[in-house]
């Protein structure tokens, strides 16, 4: 079975894979002994003519990993957008076996961290409009009041320049189309809408079956 398969599309299935997953981990050379560390981090996609180029995001300026990125910049992002359990108990052929769908992308950065405060309040400010957009009553960074200047100083601003873009979306495109249609049937009994979702966009040529 060939890679390309799971390959994304265009380069837009991994923005809105990172737009909508933004949670992702930061991996690098702790420059101790060659023992990696890694930070779990909300960052934002900069995209540039649709593709992902640029990161940001903020650390506690007492993370160890803040000093170990500035003596090396070289670092690894994973992101693992909407996923899950994949049940022969769904199937007619019970011969099948378990597996996993997913979405995933991983990026080649190098760190860029700023200092400027007013720069890292911007940040700061976009991430938490992005964070509550569509919310009732969603909220604003200028309600924590002086808190807020207290805090903001405690953080440290980075750019992640993208240097390499891997993406895998595993979403059935290897299944037989009976295998497949149960599968949708599966996930609608178990109402996971969006890897459902995700699965008929990466195979819109399949049949779509007939519920239960």
Not at 36 to 59: K, R, Y
Not at 124 to 151: C, K, N, P, S
Not at 165 to 179: I, S, T
Not at 184 to 195: D, K, Y
């Amino acid at each position: 079975m060939s890679v390309d398969k799971f390959c994304a599309r265009t380069p837009l299935d991994v923005v809105r894979l990172v737009r909508g997953q933004p949670l992702a981990w930061i991996v690098s050379d702790s420059g101790g002994g060659g023992n990696p560390i890694a930070t779990l981090l909300p960052l934002l996609a900069a995209p540039t003519e649709g593709q992902v180029t640029a990161l940001t995001g903020h650390f506690a300026r007492s993370n160890p990993h803040v000093p170990a990125l500035q003596r090396d910049s070289r670092a690894l992002v994973l992101f693992l957008g909407v996923n899950g359990y994949i049940s022969p108990s769904w199937m007619a052929d019970r011969t099948q076996a378990p597996t996993w769908n997913y979405a995933s992308a991983r990026f080649v950065v190098d760190v860029e961290f700023f200092e400027d405060a007013a720069r890292i309040q911007a940040h700061l400010r976009e991430l938490v409009g992005v964070m509550e957009v569509g919310r009732a009553a969603a909220w604003q960074i200028d309600e924590m009041g002086t808190r807020y200047r207290t805090l903001s100083r405690r953080v440290i601003g980075f750019v992640a320049h993208v240097r390499e873009v891997g993406a895998k979306f595993k979403l059935g495109q290897d299944e037989r189309d009976d295998v497949f249609a149960d599968i949708v049937r599966g996930l609608e009994r178990e109402h996971s809408a969006e890897l459902l979702e995700w699965m008929q966009a990466f195979n819109p040529q399949r049949p779509h079956p007939v519920p239960e």
